[in-house]
């Protein structure tokens, strides 16, 4: 009796790592190697991302030149109305700043939050928060692959080696338009 025991406790916790592992495996696929871009040739002059699509398409000049599968806040759905409601502001922004020391990786600051959203949130009684960006994945993890869920704060997620090309091209005061 004691064998079997010791059996179904083992065919238990190999059944449990089985799972675990699977679930590990879903989040943090590993990425395909990624194609080779044909480089985008100077600067950028707009980012739009469809938030319904995950997905961030850059312009110049008005012509689509690249599209990305983007991560959103861990909860996106709606305009971000307050900190910590782990949604991606939408809207019209400029890129205000760039953090080569980010906590993922690289990263471009928008500039949230706005006259409008800050007068919003006051009403509410309640902080808009800030501080978001468009970055990579945390630092240490860019090599496991990329995250394939929404998981950020608030901001807007890509693989390290597409914030490495966004980073080279996307001047100061490059225009944003989050869509919904």
């Known amino acids: 009796m004691n064998r079997i025991?010791?059996?179904?406790?083992?065919?238990?916790?190999?059944?449990?790592?089985g799972v675990v592992g699977v679930i590990?495996?879903?989040?943090?696929?590993?990425?395909?190697?990624?194609?080779?871009l044909v480089p985008?040739?100077?600067r950028i002059d707009r980012i739009v991302v469809a938030k319904a699509a995950r997905?961030?398409?850059?312009?110049?000049?008005g012509t689509p030149v690249r599209t990305y599968q983007i991560a959103l806040g861990f909860a996106p759905d709606g305009d971000k109305e307050q900190e910590g409601d782990g949604r991606t502001p939408e809207g019209t922004f400029k890129i205000d700043r760039r953090n080569g020391k980010s906590a993922f990786h690289l990263s471009l600051g928008l500039d949230y939050p706005?006259?409008?959203?800050?007068?919003?949130?006051r009403q509410a009684g309640?902080?808009?928060?800030?501080?978001?960006?468009?970055?990579?994945?945390p630092n240490g993890m860019g090599q496991f692959g990329?995250?394939?869920?929404?998981?950020t704060a608030g901001c807007i997620a890509v693989s390290d080696v597409e914030i490495e090309e966004l980073w080279s091209i996307t001047p100061i005061g490059t225009e944003v338009e989050i869509r919904p």
Do not use: N
């Open 126 to 137: 309640v902080s808009p928060g800030g501080d978001i960006f468009i970055h990579g994945q």
């Open 24 to 36: 590990l495996w879903e989040r943090f696929v590993p990425p395909a190697p990624p194609p080779t």
């Open 114 to 121: 706005r006259p409008e959203d800050i007068a919003r949130a």
């Open 55 to 61: 997905t961030m398409t850059v312009f110049q000049g």
């Open 5 to 17: 025991s010791r059996a179904f406790s083992r065919l238990f916790l190999l059944a449990i790592i």
């Open 40 to 42: 985008i040739e100077g």
């Open 146 to 151: 990329t995250i394939k869920r929404d998981w």
